[in-house]
């Protein structure tokens, strides 16, 4: 995008939001429930992205998958703190790549305090690789029209005096 003296950017209010303070390791081990938690608010936000294709458009999508993320890890350390910490400890410590293979145990002790408590499953595997419809109630945005150009050479009318080919005609067979 091409900045120029005609666009406008936020203001520096309308873009600071509260952040999501927590380690990679953290975040790995909640991801897959905050997926399916904020699932909704994020595909919202993509399909703004997607549509409209400028950033400054989807700030308040943007920001409702900020609060929903933020939502989700209060409800887990209200319900969840010491599975969810011992996971993302494992994840940390167990391996340079944090890879989820060394830490299925804590994961299961997780997934099961996430079932119990909060009522969220654990998404199979595949689940976000699917293709689904995705209902919103934003409106779409307007389709650009196609353009029309005049024809850039107007054919010769129809009494306009033809001389016979030179050499014959390319299909002899159908004079």
Same mark, same amino acid.
């Given at each position: 995008?091409?900045?120029?003296?005609n666009?406008?950017?936020?203001?520096?209010?309308?873009?600071?939001?509260?952040?999501?303070?927590?380690?990679?390791?953290?975040?790995?081990?909640?991801?897959?429930?905050?997926?399916?938690?904020?699932?909704?608010?994020?595909?919202?936000?993509?399909?703004?992205?997607?549509? @409209? $294709?400028?950033? =400054?458009a989807?700030?308040?999508?943007?920001?409702?998958?900020?609060?929903? %993320?933020? !939502?989700?890890?209060?409800k887990?350390?209200?319900?969840?703190?010491?599975?969810?910490?011992?996971?993302?400890?494992?994840?940390?410590?167990?391996?340079?790549?944090?890879?989820?293979?060394?830490c299925?145990?804590?994961?299961?002790?997780?997934d099961?305090?996430?079932?119990?408590? @909060? $009522?969220?499953? =654990?998404?199979?595997?595949?689940?976000?690789?699917?293709?689904?419809?995705? %209902?919103? !109630?934003?409106p779409?945005?307007?389709?650009?029209?196609?353009?029309?150009?005049?024809?850039?050479t107007?054919?010769?009318?129809?009494?306009?005096?033809?001389?016979?080919?030179?050499?014959?005609?390319?299909?002899?067979?159908?004079?």
């Open positions: 995008m091409v900045v120029t003296n666009v406008t950017l936020p203001t520096e209010e309308e873009l600071t939001v509260p952040e999501v303070n927590l380690s990679t390791a953290a975040l790995r081990a909640g991801a897959f429930h905050l997926g399916k938690a904020c699932e909704h608010q994020n595909n919202e936000f993509m399909l703004c992205r997607q549509e @409209l $294709d400028d950033p =400054r989807c700030l308040n999508e943007g920001k409702a998958v900020t609060s929903c %993320a933020l !939502d989700f890890f209060r887990v350390k209200k319900s969840c703190a010491d599975e969810f910490m011992q996971y993302a400890t494992c994840l940390d410590k167990s391996s340079g790549t944090m890879s989820f293979s060394h299925r145990k804590t994961q299961g002790v997780f099961k305090c996430m079932k119990d408590n @909060l $009522d969220i499953d =654990r998404p199979e595997y595949g689940y976000f690789t699917r293709a689904k419809i995705h %209902a919103t !109630d934003r779409a945005p307007p389709k650009p029209e196609k353009r029309v150009y005049p024809d850039a107007p054919g010769l009318p129809d009494d306009y005096p033809k001389a016979p080919a030179k050499y014959g005609a390319r299909f002899h067979w159908l004079e």
